[in-house]
């Protein structure tokens, strides 16, 4: 065994003991892609899929950060561990994480069951760093019972978290604008749970009732979203009854209604029954075998990511690859060859080294 197969065997060693210093090293490597990311994130692989995945997005100032917090303190007095990924901006003298939210959770940062990670985007649309589903495998392989991901606050351009965790919990403020208009948006469309944080302030009860039917009007449901694993809500208007037998489909197939709920994060109003929210979307999607398929569609997304940039790193490394190309550049110029006709010929040629044949 080489001195480099020996250290990332004792790398491993100590991660699989569950020491902090290992699990910090891991995540650098695979966030910054490292040589070894590809080799730790394969011997760590039979080790995922155990933790629940959440996901915490929203428009900026919604508190989302603040909501993490008293998640995470809720669930430490369950006894369960927590792993948080929050993407921040990038900086853009350094290309690293701005760190506010690593600031903000600095009151639960120094509890040992719980581990923050502050990513930056670098440049990554959706709303979470590129890395960011490695690096939630990394946290779930390491044995965390909760992987908490909040997103950077960029609106509604924040899709990515659906792909990412088992629930998604879109956070909203009473300034958060006409919810008619909003639920058009994808972000509104990846909901599992609604939370209107700020509740304490003018319109929370105004917006609350507005996403309650327009959930039930976009859903061409006459269910009414229930307020809590056991509430089932009254209906909004002499119109609309609760009929709990009838099934809707979300976007992501899921036969679950979201339930909208009211928080103040600062003073930890509103987590309990966020919880229970959380737990009954987790119990559906157990029954209805919905958490078995987005987790299968997370797997088959990976392989064609992986595969993606292999197919990159192999076409665009090879200096003859790109001395052929350069070849080719006076037919494009002159109109005797087109863009696709070059694509085309380069898989051709370039099959074997693809292939990863020598």
Known sequence: MNATGAVEDRLLADFGARKPAALARVISIVENRGAKAGALLAALHGSTGRARRIGITGPPG????????????????????????????????????????????????????????????????????????????VLDAYGFDRVLIETVGVGQSELEVARTADS????????????????????????????VNKADRPGADRLRTELKVMLQVRSGSRRVPQDSAHDASPSLTGELKPDVTESHMDRRGSPWLPPVLTAVAVDGTGIPEMLAALDSHHESLVATGVLAERRRARLRAKVAEVVDLKIRTRLWGDAATGAWLDTRLAALESGDATPFDVAEEMLQRSGRLLAGES
């Open 168 to 195: 998604c919990v879109v956070v909203l403020v009473p300034e958060s604008g006409d919810a008619i208009q909003t639920l058009k948006a994808g972000l509104m469309e990846i909901a599992d749970v609604f939370v």
């Open 62 to 137: 919604a508190g989302k950060s603040t909501l993490v917090m008293q998640l995470v303190r809720a669930y430490r007095s369950q006894g369960l561990t927590v792993g948080v990924v929050a993407v921040d901006p990038t900086s853009v003298f350094t290309g690293g994480a701005l760190l506010g939210d690593r600031i903000r959770m600095e009151a639960i940062a120094l509890d040992p069951g719980v581990y923050i990670r502050s990513l930056a985007t670098r440049g990554a649309l959706g709303g979470l760093s590129a890395a960011t589903r490695d690096i939630t495998d």
